[in-house]
């Protein structure tokens, strides 16, 4: 199981090169959300990236942080120069939620149209699990996005059926182990690794306990309050 770092620079693979030089992680970028360090890590290409995939930037349209206007037109023009770059890229999911299944698969066969392979994103599990379960030839991974919006046990439910059927299985903006091994899920991605870190915490899955812990690695957060 794979767990995308989706805030991670150049300087953190550095830094990580340089304190724990064996250790090598997977890495999610997103579209347009930071070009610049994007482009540094592919003209770079550290080392200890053992994969690295490409999210269309979707989310930071839902969220209204995006600084640029996108659209699948614009993300398949920066596919036809950089996707081989990508380990894998997604597809472009702009409406995200159970209304979302209409956009994600016209642009699912909008790219496909145009030569790419994104993987696709389901929005609705009770359209789209079949319809990809029908199609797990085409399709041997799929990913599933606006998991906060769903239910986890509904989330379960339709990943055990996917890989049933052979599709492995991505969950957008998952890092919480306790919720990951509930389920088959081949890989997630997740900022938070990279964010507890301003606040001087770590969060790890102890096995022995069963339960996820935190640990503090520095006496205050950055608010200047005590970690506990």
Request: include cysteine; glycine fraction near 6%; charge should be positive.
């Amino acid at each position: 199981m794979r767990i995308y770092q989706s805030s991670i620079t150049l300087d953190t693979l550095n830094l990580l090169r340089k304190y724990i030089p064996e250790a090598s992680i997977h890495i999610l970028r997103s579209y347009l959300v930071d070009g610049p360090g994007t482009f540094k890590l592919l003209s770079f290409k550290p080392q200890n990236i053992k994969s690295m995939a490409l999210d269309s930037g979707t989310w930071s349209i839902n969220q209204n942080t995006h600084k640029h206007h996108i659209n699948a037109e614009i993300y398949s023009t920066f596919l036809s120069d950089c996707s081989k770059m990508f380990s894998f890229y997604f597809g472009f999911d702009p409406v995200h939620g159970d209304d979302g299944t209409e956009d994600s698969i016209e642009n699912q066969l909008y790219l496909e149209k145009k030569k790419f392979n994104p993987i696709p994103v389901i929005q609705n599990l009770n359209i789209e699990v079949d319809y990809y379960c029908a199609n797990s030839s085409k399709y041997p991974l799929v990913a599933i996005g606006a998991t906060r919006k769903k239910k986890h046990k509904d989330l379960v439910v339709a990943t055990e059926k996917l890989h049933k059927h052979g599709i492995k299985v991505h969950w957008f903006g998952v890092g919480s182990f306790a919720k990951i091994l509930d389920a088959p899920v081949w890989s997630s991605d997740c900022s938070s690794f990279a964010q507890w870190l301003k606040s001087g915490r770590l969060i790890f899955y102890d096995q022995i306990k069963n339960k996820e812990v935190a640990l503090a690695t520095r006496e205050y957060n950055k608010n200047g309050n005590p970690n506990k």
